[in-house]
């Protein structure tokens, strides 16, 4: 009996946490507040982190020289003084700390280069005769950092790679189960740009991304409960953002609004369904009532609608509202934004759009919502793609490598 209590209070006290590794665990923590704090803006003054965090101020300082040391940040004088005392100095996140984002499409593969303060350095675009496959989608990557040797030769730290693409992603390893347009079936498209660049490679949803950057720097910047509905070339994604979080699911496979029933009479989707909200609101069906071949006039023609244009915008209008009054129902959002061509169709009929969704939602939950059009306009996977990476970062401070 002794030895059995002795061995079940050693086993006890082996697993409880010391006082050492939590102090630890706190020290991470306020590191990543601080550097949450100062990534993509133009700085904080260390009066306004220590407001911020209500940490105290030899704390912050503490903070910032470590965040400092790493390379992570870096202070400056403001060029502005009250007057009063001693000027806070600012913090600034380093512009040389980068993400590699990645975005393939049905006609080519976008890289960009942005700083951990939200400076784009770099915006690439390979365009391909047909939908690359994720292998070629890799090495099209790698072949584009290659290309940018000088680039990073000249000071760049790279400390990941976040992508972005177009279908149902696999959050725990990134793979791809399915991108229909770019014709990818079980694509292990994490590790095929981990294996082709050598850098550590994170994939995702795009609209999923794009509710990220949206909440962080865009049109749901304050706003910890929203929807983000895109729709482009390659149909309608989505993502949620509630209580501050992105919604993921199980598996990293929540948000898809596209594939919502919107018409039990409507035609089948390439998923399998009948009705789809993205068999009904398209592009290229808008585009074919405007008479338009490129997508970059439509923004202009939603001005000068001809009755054809006005009842195809109509039309879409009245589905789209059906899938936002249920997203409002189900989801209690605080505001939606839409982006691509879903925010012409609300710049094109604003109120149709307002008031059918609050005719067909519950009172109570959408009598504060806002429906408003997206921000970041074509920089939104770009941003998000990056945050997919810097995420991380600010997790885990004293991991990026000097």
Request: charge should be negative.
């Amino acid at each position: 009996m002794t030895a059995a209590r002795s061995a079940s209070s050693s086993d006890s006290t082996r697993a409880r946490p010391s006082l050492g590794s939590n102090l630890d665990g706190v020290r991470q923590h306020n590191l990543g507040t601080i550097l949450r704090l100062v990534h993509g803006t133009p700085g904080r003054s260390r009066s306004e982190l220590t407001r911020a965090t209500g940490l105290s101020r030899s704390t912050i300082g503490a903070l910032v020289a470590e965040l400092s040391s790493l390379g992570l940040v870096s202070e400056i004088e403001p060029r502005v003084s009250t007057g009063v005392g001693r000027p806070s100095p600012v913090v600034r996140a380093n512009p040389d700390v980068v993400v590699v984002t990645v975005n393939p499409d049905i006609d080519g593969v976008s890289v960009g280069v942005v700083g951990l303060d939200g400076s784009l350095h770099r915006r690439v675009r390979h365009a391909t005769a047909a939908p690359p496959t994720a292998a070629e989608a890799a090495r099209i990557v790698a072949n584009v950092l290659e290309g940018l040797r000088a680039l990073f030769d000249s000071g760049l730290r790279p400390v990941g790679i976040g992508a972005a693409v177009p279908g149902s992603v696999r959050e725990a390893d990134g793979v791809v189960r399915l991108a229909p347009h770019l014709e990818w079936v079980d694509e292990p498209f994490a590790a095929l740009l981990g294996e082709a660049t050598g850098l550590p490679s994170q994939v995702a949803n795009d609209a999923s991304l794009g509710a990220t950057a949206e909440h962080l720097f865009g049109a749901g910047r304050g706003i910890d409960d929203l929807i983000y509905l895109n729709g482009g070339s390659g149909g309608i994604g989505g993502g949620v953002i509630t209580r501050g979080l992105p919604l993921l699911g199980g598996f990293g496979f929540a948000g898809e609004f596209g594939h919502t029933l919107v018409n039990s009479q409507g035609g089948r989707c390439h998923c399998g369904a009948i009705g789809c909200l993205e068999t009904e609101v398209s592009q290229a069906r808008l585009l074919g009532a405007l008479g338009l071949d490129d997508p970059d006039a439509l923004a202009e023609a939603v001005e000068h609608l001809d009755e054809a244009g006005r009842a195809e915008v109509e039309r879409q209008t009245g589905y789209l509202a059906v899938t936002i009054r249920n997203a409002v129902n189900v989801l209690n959002p605080r505001r939606v934004v839409l982006g691509g061509f879903l925010g012409l169709l609300l710049q094109a009929a604003p109120e149709l759009l307002d008031g059918e969704v609050r005719a067909q939602s519950l009172a109570a939950s959408v009598e504060p919502v806002e429906i408003v059009r997206a921000e970041l306009g074509t920089d939104v996977l770009i941003v998000g793609a990056a945050e997919l990476a810097f995420t991380r970062l600010v997790a885990e401070p004293t991991a990026i490598q000097r």
